[in-house]
């Protein structure tokens, strides 16, 4: 890979070798998106920002190598070429994601107020929207009833998947060894992790209708409810738990452990006492991740706990709608068709900027916890 | 405090791979015993047996007896965690709890097995086993800072204070110095001179001018072979030992002919 | 010493020995006591680490037992099945639209991602790059639903760029317009639908093969630099080698992510007939199948729906044990 020769036997060997100023690829960046509007404007007639994108990436990389290659030689050309192209990709991936944030900043907060934060869509009608687009009225409606059930059924699911998913990255860890058990776990946990969101919510569906067959056969759609979405949610989120703690735990070190045994310290206080504090902050920055992961889930939530327009504080008895599910269900099936369809739209947008902020909160709120929480280490 | 150790016919075992063969010994109360010998000899395995420590190796197992001051610490019924509260163990590594301040790593051992203290019972058993570790004056303006924030030879103390809290009968140290510079090194030693006072002190040491300084019996290991079971070679007095031992392979080790 | 280098937490019980294997320990001792404490205790993480076997068991039995309408019908009487021509009629189109769709977010992603991991673990500035790394992990979180919103937003302005592929690329069957010459006037086809999931999956796999690559030794690279490497010729050396099995897996990761994924495609695609052109209406997944029909259907067609759901999982188990196949063959030997 390394080809010397043009460097050590052409030449004699010195320490100083051509280089371009450091400013180059930034001038030649700048020159190659003004040559590809220019080709833009002339081959299409008008300026597309698509195409000019594609233009310039592509002269550029062009560019570099041809200056570079002519100048410092064509190890430092590949090298520069590579630069530019990773970092084209990184600036090309940037847009979208940019552009979804700005939107849902943009289109959410103009729509988002206080109304929307405390109403339900309880009593909506058609006529009101109407009425809003055709500037007579306000936005209407809201999602009280959806952060509602966001925050039951998740703390719901927190309940299920917490303990269970702590318990087992603690077998996994100090118990199970090598043993077949053990590895068995580890195996379906990986699995779990691919379990898609809508299979695990048609699997709590379908538990809790067999239940519910059994039990009162003659009562139809009894299955969803907030505890089913719940129990979804659990499968989506145990394995989550599990990978994060039993990484946690692995990096606690043996010494600790054996400096509590050697004190006389049972095995089972030793890991609640010694292990899971030395930890703390690393499972909660896991769970706190996992919460994150499953807030956001729309599938599980609508095939398990259907779409309500009311609120509904019971987890275990009627529809609950989360933030995610009245998203869907607000763009896909707005209160008015036709032109009051804008309406609906609004307040999903609205909907998203908050679950938006609510994930964002979450994950820098683990990034927080990690940090806080985590043994005070060294001098 | 203090108790004696025999070991009779002591074979170690991991899987079906034999560590150690036949060790015969006898650790006599209020004395410093080293156990010396090169890398790989058994010398830390066999120390380790002598709390159970070693179990918590997947697949090991022991064969023979340990008897403190007559009774199997691997009988019927025996509960390691028991053995442990008698015997308590030093590693090689200074390891203190890092989300304890110094005042609760000491008192660590004692609050986990669930004993109840006042306050006032609290601050003088901290300051006993700070006093006997010798760390009692450095330590004393801090008592709630983490033990991770001290020096290595400090926290080496702090391990050695946290293990004479619960008032062990026995003392295990595993190459308590090898991680420490010289200074902090002969600290520790000046504090195995005076806890062999009180208590029945055995020492694993890479150093054989440690193991002359401090011990009053000294046991030299050695290993045949890799994969061949590590061997007592000799055991007797370490003036004996270090000055006229009585095996040509211990005569070879201490004057550094080899290991 | 074997004792004293034991680093990793594989111990058994404290109270409790290991496996007896010494020869003669097993006939002369009995098991050492072992205390109530850790008895429970080590029983309550058992019992947890069940759940989870019985939870995956759940999964497959309950959804097959849901199923059981679907293959009554399927042997008694095919043409009841939604589309008149049985099980497998109705299911294949949904399967090859999930396959297709997931493999043009994986081609699309994959070399980006690659690229934002490289720019952010060896190209970025210092300072810049820990900052860069978090708003990956931040993007990796923003939950489907939204992408899926956004999608319906900007699916317009492709209409376009469609119909300029059919105009020069049409030979080509995945580019083909409609007999009309039109294309979809929306943008709502599976070319977008893909576009958008390749977008979804892009801070997953970036954010997985970034943490390989900051794993690469640092001293491999010193290494390298220290022969003279340029940058590049460093990262072709040790940084992509030691991370090829991780990329790997990141990638069926990203795959699994997106054969699963439900709201973006649901929200995007109209769906319709499998069709082989992209630029047109018509395709749809097996996931945006369920959510779209799933709140209105009762009787067989909820058993339908739970049964490709079931054909779903299977798909997804057979890709995550390929992955966890292709990782384990090419995982970098000895490091």
Known sequence: MLTTSDTTSSRSRSLTSKQLPKATPWVIAVASIVVAAGISFLGLGRFSIAVTAVLAGAINAIAVFAISAAYEGRRKAVDRVATTVVSSAFVLACVPLISLLWLTVSKGGAALDLNLLSRTMLGMKGVLDQQYVAGEAGLAGGFYHAIVGTVLITVAACVISIPIGVLAAIYLVEYAGKNKLGKAITFLVDVMTGIPSIVAGLFAFALFSTIANVLMPEAAGIAKTGFTAAVALSVLMIPIVVRNTEEILRLVPMDLREASYALGVPKWKTIVKIVLPTSVSGILSGVTIAIARVIGETAPIMVTAGFAKNLNWNLFSGWMSTLPTYIYDSQLRPVSPGDAAIASSERAWAAALVLVALVMILNLLARVIAKVLAPKAGR | MSKQIDIKDLNIYYGDFQAVEGVEMQIKPRSVTAFIGPSGCGKSTVLRTLNRMHEVIPGASVRGEVLMDGSDIYGAGVDPVNVRREVGMVFQRANPFPTMSIKENVLAGVRLNNKRLSKAQADELTERALRGANLWNEVKDRLSLPGSGLSGGQQQRLCIARAIAVEPEVLLMDEPCSALDPISTLAIEDLINELKDKYTVVIVTHNMQQAARVSDKTAFFNIAGTGKPGKLIEFNDTSVIFSNPEKEETENYISGRFG | MPTSTQTTATGPAAGAPGPALGPAVQGTRPKAVIRPGDRIFSAATLIAGILILA?????????????????????????????????????????????????????????????????????????????????????????????????????????????????????????????????????????????????????????????????????????????????????????????????????????????????????????????????????????????????????????????????????????????????????????
Not at chain 3, 106 to 114: I, N, Q
Not at chain 3, 125 to 149: E, N
Not at chain 3, 179 to 184: C, E, K, L, N, Q
Not at chain 3, 232 to 237: G, V
């Open chain 3, 55 to 335: 939870i995956l068991a759940g999964v497959a039995l309950f959804l097959l037992a849901q199923s059981k309408d679907t293959i009554d019908a399927q042997i008694s009487d095919p043409s009841a099945i939604t589309g008149g021509n049985g099980f497998l009629a109705y299911v294949w189109p949904l399967v090859i639209g999930t396959l297709v769709s997931s493999a043009i977010a994986l081609v699309v992603a994959t070399p980006f991602a690659l690229g934002i991991a490289l720019f952010t673990t060896h190209m970025a500035p210092r300072r810049l790059a820990p900052a860069l790394g978090y708003v990956i992990d931040l993007l990796a979180a923003i939950p489907s639903v939204v992408y899926g919103l956004w999608g319906i937003a900007l699916a317009g302005n492709l209409t376009e760029f469609y119909l300029w592929l059919s105009k020069w690329f049409g030979w080509i069957p995945i580019f083909a317009p409609a007999a009309d010459g039109s294309v979809s006037n929306t943008g709502r086809t599976l070319l977008t639908a893909s576009l958008v999931l390749s977008i979804m999956i892009l801070p997953i796999i970036t954010s997985l093969t970034r943490e390989i690559f900051l794993q690469t030794p640092r001293l491999q690279e010193e290494a390298a630099l220290a022969l003279g490497a340029t940058r590049w010729e460093m990262i072709r050396m040790s940084v992509l080698p030691f991370g090829k099995s991780g990329i790997a897996s990141a990638t069926m990761l990203g795959l699994g992510r997106a054969l699963g994924e439900t709201m973006a495609v649901a929200m995007i695609l109209s769906p319709g007939l499998l069709t082989a052109s992209l630029v047109v209406s018509g395709n749809q997944t097996i996931a945006s199948e369920i959510a779209q029909n799933f709140p209105e259907a009762a009787g067989l067609r909820l058993s339908e729906l739970i049964s490709i759901g079931l054909v779903l999982f299977v798909i997804t188990l057979l890709v995550n044990m390929a992955a966890r196949a292709i990782v384990a063959k090419t995982s970098v030997k000895g490091s």
